[in-house]
């Protein structure tokens, strides 16, 4: 069973980036997606990105396209999450989660294993 954690949030002002971290430990392969996720105070949970440990494909919400990279090293151990211009509605707990099939996929449920968030918090 795989285990992740997440960590780098924080409180930014608009404009501002942060670069958020998944580590994952445990039973992992390469077959493996790993996705973001944030959830926002009464809002339903948002896809962010993903990446594919198999073919590194990665895909995006629109909400964060051209404003995020999704990456992840080599030896498949951690994924981050680097977020540049942010604006206030970003603010939220930030979560990454695991796949076990190749391709990225912004559907939550499809993802059966998932850490317990960062807070990225960001100020006008």
């Known amino acids: 069973q795989v285990q992740l954690v997440e960590s780098g949030g924080g409180s930014v002002q608009a404009g501002g980036s942060l670069r958020l971290s998944c580590a994952a430990s445990?039973?992992?392969?390469?077959?493996?997606?790993v996705g973001w996720f944030r959830r926002a105070p009464g809002k339903d949970r948002e896809f962010v990105a993903a990446i594919s440990w198999s073919n590194y494909d990665t895909t995006y919400a629109d909400s964060v396209k051209g404003r995020s990279t999704i990456s992840t090293n080599n030896a498949k151990t951690m994924v981050y999450l680097q977020m540049d211009r942010l604006k206030p509605e970003d603010t939220a707990v930030y979560l990454c989660a695991v796949a076990q099939f190749r391709e990225p996929d912004p559907d939550p449920s499809k993802y059966d294993v998932w850490g317990q968030g960062t807070q990225v918090t960001v100020s006008s």
């Open positions: 445990g039973r992992t392969f390469a077959t493996y997606t």
